[in-house]
């Protein structure tokens, strides 16, 4: 019985001792006089949409957003000939990854990079959220204003007249997002 109250006597004395040392610590933060404020929220870093009620079209939304910021990764490292700073592997993995990488060093190969940009018009045209989530993507990718150039000169590389090509991709949810894992442009498929 002595043993039981000498037990909660201590953790009673340990219990006020954190609570003065608690007040004390909140009182020398607020000495100037004025009151403390809570931090402001935390501002988002990720450029996903927020959450809607729908899984569904939340999950659409998000795999847009990965194919496009792929793309934008994409679109950094092919018109500064370097994969440095491209953050691509946060969008993109596997093949998606490995195409875009050998693209690269081909371009790098020939003393070419791109100038401009594509215009995108992509859409989910499935999506499994069961197990392992996985959606597919279907894109007409327009080239025209997307042009290799000789490095050194800058004079444009012909290329064909055909510039509008049908993209298929396919996306997988990793622990840190969705990611574009397939991105195959078929040059034979005009759009």
């Not at 006089?33 to 990720?46: D, F, V």
């Not at 693209?103 to 859409?123: F, R, S, W």
């Amino acid at each position: 019985m002595a043993q039981a109250i000498t037990r909660t006597a201590t953790v009673r004395a340990a219990a006020g001792l954190v609570a003065c040392l608690c007040a004390a610590g909140l009182t020398a933060c607020q000495s100037s006089g004025k009151t403390a404020e809570a931090p402001p929220p935390a501002a988002s870093t990720s450029a996903a949409p927020s959450p809607t009620a729908n899984p569904t079209a939340d999950a659409t939304a998000r795999v847009l957003a990965a194919y496009r910021s792929m793309w934008a990764a994409q679109v950094k490292v092919y018109t500064s000939g370097t994969l440095t700073g491209s953050d691509l592997e946060k969008y993109a993995a596997h093949k998606a990854l490995a195409n875009i990488k050998v693209t690269a060093v081909y371009y790098q190969d020939h003393n070419q990079v791109l100038k401009g940009e594509p215009t995108l018009a992509p859409q989910v045209t499935a999506i499994d959220l069961a197990d392992a989530p996985k959606a597919t993507i279907k894109d007409c990718v327009d080239t025209t204003n997307f042009v290799p150039v000789d490095k050194t000169s800058g004079k444009p590389i012909e290329t064909g007249s055909d510039h509008r090509h049908v993209l298929n991709g396919t996306a997988m949810l990793f622990s840190d997002g969705w990611k574009m894992t397939e991105a195959a442009i078929d040059r034979a498929q005009t759009c």
